[in-house]
């Protein structure tokens, strides 16, 4: 029988019980409750450090901050990659935000649109070989994400014809700045930002890696 949980920051072994014994609507309810509400454990010591940084941030893309919610190390404590599972958040770890709003996917994928196209048609070109290696990659990546109801902001470079993707960018820079210097505020390297289409793409993407976590999980104890 799954053994289940009341806290809203499980250790990564009580998370490990659960997602072992787990059946798919367990990993929905996990992924609806303890994923994308709530205060991540990063700002456990100042939750309304947290809501003021969405709200502003909301305000900013001209969205709803519900919209808005962290995942990754800083929602629990800890990573839940498989090949990094229960590795503590720290000054070196991102602050991932999803953002779950059909508009903004939208408009993000018009700018990536206009960035393959200007590419396509060498209206643009790489500065480097390493910028023209990432651009390769990204050109592919983001297509597959697409198609998959997602898109990372970091993957299309900050233009301003590209308006949302640049709006979207300066915003992490002010609020990178916001976070740091507040009095209350954490260390961390960066803040990363994934748009999804809808709610269906985002509980789709997470059930999608906690499966593949759940897989590892039951190898490492069948070893």
Same mark, same amino acid.
């Given at each position: 029988m799954i053994k289940k949980f009341q806290s809203i920051y499980p250790t990564k072994e009580e998370l490990k019980e659960f997602l072992v014994n787990s059946k798919d609507l367990d990993i929905?309810?996990?992924?609806?409750?303890? %994923? #994308?509400?709530?205060?991540?454990h990063a700002f456990k010591g100042d939750p309304? %450090? @947290?809501?003021? @940084?969405?709200i502003k941030l909301a305000k900013q893309l001209m969205i709803n901050a519900k919209e808005i919610t962290m995942i990754g190390s800083a929602r629990l404590g800890y990573s839940l990659k498989p090949k990094y599972y229960g590795r503590e958040f720290s000054?070196? #770890?991102? %602050?991932? %935000?999803?953002?779950?709003s059909d508009k903004l996917f939208n408009n993000c994928s018009k700018d990536n649109s206009t960035w393959m196209r200007e590419y396509d048609s060498n209206k643009i070109k790489p500065k480097n070989t390493v910028e023209s290696n990432f651009w390769k990659d990204n050109y592919i990546i983001n297509s597959y994400n697409l198609k998959n109801g997602f898109i990372d902001i970091n993957k299309i470079p900050s233009y301003r014809n590209y308006t949302t993707i640049f709006l979207i960018r300066n915003s992490i820079f002010y609020f990178t700045s916001f976070l740091c210097n507040n009095n209350?505020?954490?260390? @961390? #390297?960066k803040i990363t930002i994934r748009v999804y289409k809808d709610w269906h793409y985002f509980i789709k993407q997470n059930n999608l890696n906690l499966s593949l976590l759940k897989d590892e999980l039951i190898k490492g104890i069948k070893l």
């Amino acid at each position: 029988m799954i053994k289940k949980f009341q806290s809203i920051y499980p250790t990564k072994e009580e998370l490990k019980e659960f997602l072992v014994n787990s059946k798919d609507l367990d990993i929905e309810c996990f992924i609806q409750q303890w %994923l #994308s509400e709530g205060p991540p454990h990063a700002f456990k010591g100042d939750p309304f %450090l @947290f809501e003021n @940084f969405r709200i502003k941030l909301a305000k900013q893309l001209m969205i709803n901050a519900k919209e808005i919610t962290m995942i990754g190390s800083a929602r629990l404590g800890y990573s839940l990659k498989p090949k990094y599972y229960g590795r503590e958040f720290s000054s070196t #770890s991102d %602050l991932d %935000l999803a953002i779950i709003s059909d508009k903004l996917f939208n408009n993000c994928s018009k700018d990536n649109s206009t960035w393959m196209r200007e590419y396509d048609s060498n209206k643009i070109k790489p500065k480097n070989t390493v910028e023209s290696n990432f651009w390769k990659d990204n050109y592919i990546i983001n297509s597959y994400n697409l198609k998959n109801g997602f898109i990372d902001i970091n993957k299309i470079p900050s233009y301003r014809n590209y308006t949302t993707i640049f709006l979207i960018r300066n915003s992490i820079f002010y609020f990178t700045s916001f976070l740091c210097n507040n009095n209350d505020g954490i260390i @961390f #390297s960066k803040i990363t930002i994934r748009v999804y289409k809808d709610w269906h793409y985002f509980i789709k993407q997470n059930n999608l890696n906690l499966s593949l976590l759940k897989d590892e999980l039951i190898k490492g104890i069948k070893l």
